[in-house]
């Protein structure tokens, strides 16, 4: 049976680590391998007792490189990135590296994800399109929820019955091939947090490697459905105009800037959210006109 490196990235996650972890250590062909990202609340110490690999990162460089600080610590062919606020069982994680062993032309896959009350977080993606862009900050995908040009979460439950390709898939569980990985120098280190997953599953394409939803395997995610907190807003506002300007060319890069400002401002105004949410969205919007 082929081993499975299994990475996870933890950043003030000290109440949760362990309750990941456990479950991993109980599998013999997982090396399991956790990346302190210089927390706070010296998150690596909850776990430094057990037989795994404890990475300590000596500054917060992102998630993104706190991942390549990972997976370059392994050796197996595949690679599982999981949240330190998530779990996944040995029989979920072998239905990944199944269809990865049995499709050459995959590279990456990623499972169902519920919540901890077994609620379906809508994990399967569509890339970034200026349409979708300016919907979110017109409100149109309020008026048109669900539409593929509203809206670039896939919302139809039909859909997770049944494994197949996906744009992209939500970075709470991914499992990679290595020789991806190594393909396209790991994660993109410019993306802090946000659009990391986005970006590396767009460059899977590029290369001709899919990307696969696997309706069989599950994982469960305590913060699946979580908005970000108003202090990330100017974090994903960057994120979004750098995975433009990576993939989509000058004009449609300077689209994106205008229309995640114009967003962020729309919902400043008019969206839901106490003081600190608005100040949030007006940082947001600085952030994406100031993104180079």
Known sequence: ????????VAYNSRDCIRDCVLPLLELDWVNTSVVDNASPDRSGDAVADLPLTLVRAEENRGFGAGCNLGWRAGSSASVLFLNPDATISGDSLRALTTVVDAEP????????????????????????????????ALFAHRLAPGADWTDEVVRDAGRYASSGDADWLSGACLLVRRG????????????????????????????GRRVRF??????????????????????????????????????AAAGERFGVA???????VVGRGGRATRAGHLAAAAAALKAS
């Open 1 to 8: 049976m082929s081993t499975v490196d299994v990475v996870i």
């Open 105 to 136: 032309e995959t590279g990456i896959v990623g499972p169902r994800i519920v919540d901890e009350g077994g609620v379906l977080d809508y994990s399967i993606r569509r890339f970034p399109r200026l349409r979708s862009t300016f919907a979110q």
């Open 180 to 207: 991806l990985l190594d393909a396209l120098g790991g994660f993109d280190e410019r993306f802090f947090m946000y659009c990391e997953d986005t970006d590396i599953c767009r460059r899977a394409w590029d290369l």
């Open 214 to 251: 696997v309706a069989q395997a599950s994982a469960e995610h305590e913060g699946g459905q979580s908005a970000p907190r108003s202090s990330l807003l100017p974090v994903l506002a960057r994120s979004r105009v750098l995975y433009a300007e990576r993939h989509r060319g000058r004009v």
């Open 262 to 268: 114009l967003g962020a401002l729309a919902h400043a």
